[in-house]
């Protein structure tokens, strides 16, 4: 038998002792002698192989102390002697589940053959808890590396998320305290803290950095090799005051690297077992199967907010094409009931001076003529606009910019449609709380864009007939600007097109229904004279009673 086999004997037969330890002696096991069962709790705290219990003496419930053996040490084998050979006693060993029943005196030969039979059976017992042992923890390794490896697999763009995920995965498997997941900042050259575990939350540890080379991290980063170490203080080139604090209760630390096709990414560092044990070679190599699933995990966690960029680049391309494809038919659209109009009465009337004008008179020939005209004004003036807009957009239009009174420029604009505006009854305000003011801009391509407004608040004006128009200084962003607001009554612009409205060809309402003259562009143009003018135009829908333009150009000085 091997010297470290350690036997308790609770008797408290001196005689008994005597023997038992002199036999026990000769078979080179460690005899341990108790007499009170009160003190099983500190004694069993210590390591035995087995336990020889004499039922004789002054307890009166033997058995009773057996059953807190068995509770103490569930597979601790346990004999009894007795100098009683009556049945009911061997009844209740056999009751107990007890090894066996020897009775006294007890020979040398009968103690070698039972002592023999409980080491073995101790050695059984605890071969089979630790195999169980091991199996269950191989077990829920595998459980657990399992989840890793789905929760890795899961398609997500929070790397953060999936990265804390891990780390508390990983402190369930290895049964740590303490993870921390770094990775390597390349342009930086040193690690940065993207995921903690442990009993220090503070900022200190959050935003922790290492160089790549110093400290144990660093040394793995460096060297993309596991370390393992047992005694920190034994390693005095590795310092764990990193991050100026002492988080780590145990002197055993594990780091691995995270490595992507040979190039170190990060590293994986675990420390504070539960229960104060060091860390083995099993524990770095779960850690290093994990290191290797986290590597891959990040890599398709690159290539999925790839994938996902990409496919969201290609939703946004697709519904911008849908658009210009719509913009395409609403166009063709557009031009098609704008040039048919006025076409249409340009060919009838046409028709009647060819085919019916004997017998007419010179005033009715010179009422077509007119209206031929202007239906034909109509058409050249749909055809400047298209052009403007695509030359715009083209950047094919030669800007001829110098210094321009704003004043000016509006009243011109103003002249051109009073004849207008009076013949459709529009009562029309104007007013300028500024003098001569200058700005830098294009004088007809300026004129234009008021041209667009001016006609589009008397397209969409209503039964009320109301245009204002405003000129004021007005200061944005510490710039100075000149600022026209030209408002009109009519059907408000609903919220969902103010940010549309200036978009290519569009245009709200139904183009056979609701809407009046125009294809569409007229905006879109205003919008690009604007932007080359460094100005802006805004729509403003506070008002209730109808909508109003807000056009900037920065004054001269503050170009």
């Known amino acids: 038998m091997s010297s470290s086999n350690k036997c308790l004997v609770i008797s408290s037969d001196t005689e008994f002792k005597q023997s038992i330890k002199s036999m026990l002696s000769e078979m080179n096991i460690d005899v341990t002698f108790i007499i009170k069962t009160n003190r099983l709790y500190s004694t069993l705290k210590k390591a035995f192989n087995v336990v020889l219990y004499d039922l004789d003496g002054e307890a009166k419930d033997h058995f009773e102390s057996i059953e807190n053996i068995k509770i103490l040490s569930p597979a601790l084998p346990i004999m009894v002697v007795s100098s009683s050979k009556k049945f009911e006693t061997a009844q209740k060993v056999i009751r107990a589940g007890l090894l066996d029943y020897i009775t006294k005196p007890v020979s040398k030969k009968t103690l070698t053959e039972t002592i023999g039979n409980a080491l073995r059976e101790n050695f059984y017992r605890i071969s089979k808890n630790k195999m169980m042992k091991y199996a269950q923890q191989?077990?829920?390794?595998?459980?657990?590396?399992?989840?890793?490896?789905?929760?890795?697999?899961?398609?997500?763009?929070?790397?953060?998320?999936?990265?804390?995920?891990?780390?508390?995965?990983?402190?369930?498997?290895?049964?740590?305290?303490?993870?921390?997941?770094?990775?390597?900042?390349?342009?930086?050259?040193?690690?940065?803290?993207?995921?903690?575990?442990?009993?220090?939350?503070?900022?200190?540890?959050?935003?922790?950095?290492?160089?790549?080379?110093?400290?144990?991290?660093?040394?793995?980063?460096?060297?993309?090799?596991?370390?393992?170490?047992?005694?920190?203080?034994?390693?005095?080139?590795?310092?764990?005051?990193?991050?100026?604090?002492?988080?780590?209760?145990?002197?055993?630390?594990?780091?691995?690297?995270?490595?992507?096709?040979?190039?170190?990414?990060?590293?994986?560092?675990?420390?504070?077992?539960?229960?104060?044990?060091?860390?083995?070679?099993?524990?770095?190599?779960?850690?290093?199967?994990?290191?290797?699933?986290?590597?891959?995990?990040?890599?398709?966690?690159?290539?999925?907010?790839?994938?996902?960029?990409?496919?969201?680049?290609?939703?946004?391309?697709?519904?911008?094409?849908?658009?210009?494809?719509?913009?395409?038919?609403?166009?063709?659209?557009?031009?098609?009931?704008?040039?048919?109009?006025?076409?249409?009465?340009?060919?009838?009337?046409?028709?009647?001076?060819?085919?019916?004008?004997?017998?007419?008179?010179?005033?009715?020939?010179?009422?077509?003529?007119?209206?031929?005209?202007?239906?034909?004004?109509?058409?050249?003036?749909?055809?400047?606009?298209?052009?403007?807009?695509?030359?715009?957009?083209?950047?094919?239009?030669?800007?001829?910019?110098?210094?321009?009174?704003?004043?000016?420029?509006?009243?011109?604009?103003?002249?051109?449609?009073?004849?207008?505006?009076a013949k459709q009854n529009i009562k029309f305000r104007y007013e300028n709380k500024i003098k001569d003011v200058k700005i830098y801009a294009d004088i007809n391509m300026l004129q234009k864009a008021f041209e667009h407004l001016l006609d589009n608040a008397i397209k969409f004006n209503d039964d009320r007939r109301v245009i204002n128009i405003k000129v004021e200084n007005y200061l944005e962003n510490h710039t100075s600007y000149v600022r026209v607001i030209m408002f009109n009554t009519g059907k408000k612009i609903k919220d969902e097109h103010i940010e549309k409205i200036f978009e290519d060809f569009y245009q709200p309402g139904n183009v056979l229904t609701d809407k009046p003259e125009g294809v569409g562009l007229g905006l879109a143009t205003v919008q690009g004279i604007f932007k080359k003018h460094k100005g802006f135009v805004r729509l403003d829908t506070s008002n209730e009673d109808g909508n109003t333009f807000l056009c900037a150009m920065p004054i001269i000085d503050t170009i």
């Open 138 to 421: 191989r077990t829920y390794e595998i459980v657990l590396l399992k989840e890793i490896g789905e929760a890795m697999t899961q398609p997500t763009l929070n790397i953060n998320y999936l990265l804390d995920k891990i780390i508390h995965l990983i402190a369930d498997l290895l049964d740590v305290k303490i993870v921390s997941i770094m990775m390597v900042d390349a342009e930086a050259e040193c690690l940065k803290m993207s995921a903690y575990k442990g009993p220090s939350r503070s900022k200190k540890v959050r935003d922790a950095k290492i160089k790549v080379g110093e400290g144990v991290a660093g040394h793995v980063a460096m060297t993309g090799e596991p370390l393992l170490i047992n005694d920190i203080e034994s390693a005095p080139k590795f310092s764990q005051s990193n991050w100026g604090e002492k988080v780590y209760s145990t002197k055993s630390l594990l780091t691995v690297p995270i490595k992507l096709k040979d190039k170190v990414i990060g590293i994986v560092n675990i420390n504070n077992k539960t229960d104060g044990s060091e860390f083995n070679d099993n524990d770095k190599n779960i850690l290093t199967t994990i290191s290797n699933q986290v590597a891959v995990s990040i890599d398709n966690f690159k290539l999925y907010t790839e994938i996902a960029e990409s496919a969201k680049d290609l939703k946004t391309t697709n519904q911008k094409l849908a658009e210009i494809s719509s913009a395409k038919s609403e166009l063709l659209c557009n031009l098609s009931h704008e040039l048919k109009t006025p076409l249409t009465s340009v060919i009838g009337y046409l028709e009647l001076l060819l085919n019916f004008s004997e017998g007419e008179s010179e005033e009715t020939k010179d009422e077509y003529l007119n209206i031929i005209h202007s239906e034909a004004l109509k058409i050249a003036q749909l055809i400047e606009r298209i052009l403007n807009f695509f030359n715009l957009e083209t950047n094919k239009i030669e800007w001829n910019m110098s210094e321009v009174n704003i004043n000016s420029i509006i009243e011109e604009i103003i002249k051109q449609f009073q004849s207008r505006m």
